[in-house]
């Protein structure tokens, strides 16, 4: 199974920072990397698909990008609804497997 | 819009099999794949596996191959996810989720989860 490294687990950060949040592949997936946004209760949001692509509604302050097995995603300027747990996962090969979240926290 | 809608609560005691059921509408059902995805309580997303409603074919992550089942019924545009065997590792939320292109451009929908919950 191809395993997600994700990191940090945890982030505290304020409205209007710019922060980064990283998952790393156990091996090559090309570009077939997602990211999710869950809020507690909820189920989760796509944001980005396919490494860098925006998935639609979604606000142009969340981006994503690659580089090599590595992957970034970024968002440019907190929001006060931004406060959630994000998953990386890949679907490159079966099974589809989720790194294991970043919690984004009010600082 | 785009729904899927999931059944309800379930409680099962261990060695039982729960079923569970998601319907879709807003969109034509074959042309999707459905994923499922469980979530035990504080932890992490775990894919299960994928049906493609199109043909029927699965694939399923090798911890739950032999216990898991995916079905869907395109006469009421319903997916469904059989677990036997139930241990209390099993006690999560399941999700359906919608994807295309075996999940190359994500799950972008998703039903709003059911609990089960394994106790003796």
């Known amino acids: 199974d191809i395993q997600m490294t994700q990191s940090p687990s945890s982030l505290s950060a304020s409205v209007g920072d710019r922060v980064t949040i990283t998952c790393r592949a156990s091996q090559t997936i090309s570009s077939f990397l997602n990211w999710y946004q869950q809020k507690p209760g909820k189920a989760p949001n796509l944001l980005i698909f396919a490494a860098s692509n925006l998935q639609s509604g979604v606000p142009s302050r969340f981006s994503g990008s690659r580089s090599g097995t590595d992957f970034t995603l970024t968002i440019s300027s907190l929001q006060p609804e931004d406060f959630a747990t994000y998953y990386c996962q890949q679907s490159a090969s079966t099974p589809h497997t989720f790194g294991r979240g970043t919690k984004l926290e009010i600082k | 819009q785009v729904q899927l809608v999931q059944s309800g609560a379930e409680v099962k005691k261990p060695g039982a099999s729960v079923k569970v059921s998601c319907k879709a509408s807003g969109y034509t059902f074959s042309s999707y794949g459905i994923n499922w995805v469980r979530q035990a309580p504080g932890q992490g997303l775990e894919w299960v596996g994928w049906i493609s409603v199109y043909n029927g074919d699965t694939n399923y992550a090798q911890k739950f191959q032999g216990r898991v089942t995916t079905t869907t019924d395109t006469s009421t545009s319903t997916a469904y996810m059989e677990l036997r065997s139930l241990t209390s590792d099993d006690t999560a939320v399941y999700y359906c989720?919608?994807?295309?292109?075996?999940?190359?451009?994500?799950?972008?929908?998703w039903g709003q989860g059911t609990l089960v919950t394994v106790s003796s």
């Open positions: 989720a919608r994807d295309i292109l075996f999940g190359r451009k994500g799950l972008d929908y």
